[in-house]
């Protein structure tokens, strides 16, 4: 297939080569912000194949990844930085408590249905810095046939009831299919007189 027909492909909306990297394009989006925030700690829950959370590993200090697959750990990048936890996030969370970590950077990944979306999420909060990130995907996708169970879910949802209430965070969802938001925890805008 030419450069052009791949091209129109993408642009009315047809499966392409390019169409299938337009997808992914929140890996180098969330590689570009780490190497702009530069987190100390990084968290990822839902892996698959580790292929984001390895392009993160020279950008963080510290980084931890999750997946209820213990096959996903076998795609991780030797490192003394980053650790495997093949668990469910639900249980990750669990553990940490009451251990003195604090995120810099969250990736919420794993179980896209809008309850296991609102579970991490307020699982995790605490665990947040203040003014630390938190990212959650597949949260606009492109149409109905991707709010199946295998493929976006309802987690868009969750973002409609995260929305509706920011006290303690400010929120934005980049309408890019499948759709990123991206949320600061925060109750000042300036971090420094937090
Ligand atoms: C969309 S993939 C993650 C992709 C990865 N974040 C990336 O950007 O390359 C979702 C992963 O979440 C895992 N997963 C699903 N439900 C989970 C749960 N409750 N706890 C932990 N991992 C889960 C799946 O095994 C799968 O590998």
């Keep these: 297939m030419t450069f052009f027909k791949k091209v129109s492909g993408l642009l009315k909306g047809k499966t392409s080569d390019l169409y299938d990297w337009h997808d992914n394009w929140h890996e180098k989006f969330i590689v570009h912000l780490a190497k702009i925030v530069r987190p100390a700690v990084y ?5 698959y194949r580790c292929s984001l959370f390895n392009a993160m590993i020279p950008h963080a200090g510290m980084l931890y990844g999750v ?11 030797k490192s003394s930085k980053s650790t495997f936890y093949p668990m469910k996030t639900i249980e990750f969370a669990e553990k940490v408590r009451g251990k003195s970590i604090l995120i810099d950077m969250l990736f919420i990944d794993a179980d896209h249905s809008k309850k296991s979306v609102l579970e991490d999420f307020h699982a995790f909060f605490p665990f947040v810095t203040p003014h630390g990130l ?14 199946k169970s295998d493929c976006c879910h309802d987690g868009y949802q969750a973002i409609e009831e ?14 890019v299919h499948p759709g ?12 420094w007189q937090e």
């Excluded at 995260?162 to 309408?175: F, G, K, M, N």
């Design 134 to 147: 938190i990212l959650i995907h597949d949260t606009h996708p492109r149409n109905q046939e991707f709010l």
């Design 43 to 47: 968290v990822e829950l839902g892996l």
């Design 67 to 77: 997946d209820i697959n213990p096959d996903a750990g076998k795609f991780m990048k």
């Design 180 to 191: 990123l938001t991206l949320i600061r925890k925060r109750t000042t805008q300036l971090s």
């Design 162 to 175: 995260l929305a509706s209430r920011t006290s303690d965070y400010e929120l934005v969802t980049i309408p």
